[in-house]
């Protein structure tokens, strides 16, 4: 009897479900919005009615299921499967949802871990992080944090939220308030989300920018900064400054906290950086970190800066991980 794998990828906007077989290849799909102000009941109510869609559509009966991994942006106790809190789904937070959703899919095993632990596996066992024993993933995008494999495996600490660095302070009590409560954490100085709050900040205290003129009244996003970069605005090469030159340090604390070689990076600052300009060419963010690392960095032994692999799939296929 072919058993079956489900993995999903839950995000701010949208949740993504992956089915796959017993030789671990995607075979189905589903996706559904993320109802980022529903409560906690409800979020997994809908996962569970999303994993019945998928079962379904495939014509499986839950008893051909090996299980459900699912992959969150939360603080999650991991041993006993609570989520602690969620960013950017404010609501769900101290909730029992491995207990929650197991009661749903009668009994099916149910692992829920973060995000970027999910991202980190697939990519080690799959993607650009292939042959690495030890490896960082580093998501880059509307927040930052780090997926932290150690041997071969996915360390989480004793909690379960590990790699959470981007919440390291550099600037005590400096800048602007992160959504994790301090000022002066990395990433309140260069994640994708908080560079706009610079930005807005820096323009509202009279600072000229033709950023606001190419958003033409929408909200500012970063396409907007990619358009003023490109045009010669000063404000926005003060912003993608920034974000490289924390970045850069970010990347640096790490390697010589854990001193492990070897950097996977995925999210959406990578592809904003291609929409820029430097130097004639199309801007690559790797390349722009690693100088502000390397200008840090006094050895000479080798260190990898890799782009991701997986692409959009990575969150699927690190959750399904989960259950091997």
Known sequence: MEMFTIGIDVGGTKTAYGLFDGETRIVGRHSHPSDALCSPERFFDQIAAGIDALLSAGHIQKENLRGVGIGMPSFILFEEGRIVKTSNLPNIRDFPARAYLRGKLGGIRVIIDNDAHTAAIAEHRHGAGRGFENLLYCPVSTGISTGIIINGTIFRGRYGWAGESGHMIVTPDDGIECGCGNRGCLMSWCSGSMIIKHIKK??????ESRITEFAGGEALNGNHLAMAYNAGD????????????????????LYVTLNINCF??????????????????PGNLLNEMKAVFDGYNKNDMPVYFKEAELGDDFGIIGAAELLF
Do not use: C, P, S
């Not at 820096?202 to 600072?207: L, M």
């Not at 000063?234 to 974000?243: D, E, F, G, I, S």
């Not at 996977?264 to 060419?281: A, M, Q």
């Open 264 to 281: 996977v990076f995925g999210g959406g600052l990578l592809k904003l950086f291609r929409e820029l300009t430097i130097d004639g060419k």
């Open 202 to 207: 820096w323009i509202e205290a009279g600072e």
């Open 234 to 253: 000063a404000l926005a090469h003060r912003a993608v400054a920034q974000m490289v030159t924390f970045l850069g340090i970010w990347t640096y604390n």
